[in-house]
């Protein structure tokens, strides 16, 4: 009695709030429509009925790719003892497994589907960010700077968590020489810092840093990179 008498009362808006956060995440069918891997390297595709697919793509090109039918946030892929997970929170999906090796049938040895997969912005999606990238490249072309700086520079600064790393790196680029062309030699810099020590790599040294695949898709990006670099720097 005494050790109930010195537990401390929690005031009711404490425990709707506690109530509330429980709710914000919970196991569910997500909402019909297209979901981002974080960090861009593939998507979740949920039709109305809960049908759905998931393909990721992992370091060296491996991949993973499943689909079925959501019920009740879980879903258990044919023909073996893989269930699947869907746990809604602050509209995004968490997707988990059961841990069955069978789950691993799914993928490539360097790929995983589990994780977070994100509700794009608007702006955010593959088709929107392109349209964007292609407005961006017309106006550049066309040697109107400061338009395709504002062009572009929200898509880096808002699709951080959406886009794939290779696609972040060409951005990056572009944004850069972008910012050359205006005298912005510091802003250039700045822009290509995350991206300074792969350049300072031979392309030997890339390939030895990264898997094959890996280093193939990179090195474009990487050699870019060197040639803005030295215009910045001057």
């Given at each position: 009695m005494k050790l109930h008498r010195a537990l401390p009362l929690v005031p009711t808006f404490l425990l709707l709030l506690f109530g509330a956060g429980l709710a914000s995440a919970q196991l569910a069918t997500p909402p019909a429509g297209d979901y981002i891997y974080e960090g861009g390297g593939g998507s979740l595709q949920v039709k109305q009925n809960g049908r759905f697919n998931i393909t990721t793509v992992g370091s060296n090109a491996h991949m993973c790719t499943l689909d079925g039918?959501?019920?009740?946030?879980?879903?258990?892929?044919d023909d073996t003892g893989c269930v699947v997970s869907f746990?809604?929170?602050?509209?995004?999906?968490?997707?988990?497994?059961?841990?069955?090796?069978?789950?691993?049938?799914?993928c490539g040895m360097r790929a995983s589907f589990e994780g977070t997969f994100i509700k794009p912005t608007p702006a955010c999606a593959d088709k929107a960010v392109a349209a964007t990238r292609k407005t961006f490249k017309r106006q550049y072309d066309a040697k109107d700077y400061t338009a395709a700086l504002a062009t572009l520079a929200p898509v880096l600064g808002d699709c951080g968590k959406t886009l794939d790393w290779i696609s972040?790196?060409?951005?990056?680029?572009?944004?850069?020489?972008?910012?050359?062309?205006?005298?912005?030699r510091a802003g250039c810099l700045k822009t290509?810092?995350?991206?300074?020590?792969?350049?300072a790599r031979t392309d030997q040294g890339v390939r030895d840093n990264y898997p094959p695949a890996d280093a193939d898709d990179i090195l474009p990006v990487v050699r870019a990179t060197r040639t803005n670099l030295k215009l910045c720097r001057g």
């Open positions: 039918t959501i019920a009740r946030g879980k879903a258990k892929i746990t809604l929170k602050d509209g995004n999906v968490e997707v988990t497994s059961n841990g069955s090796d069978d789950c691993r049938q799914s972040t790196g060409r951005i990056r680029n572009d944004l850069a020489l972008t910012q050359f062309k205006l005298g912005d290509l810092e995350p991206l300074a020590e792969d350049a």
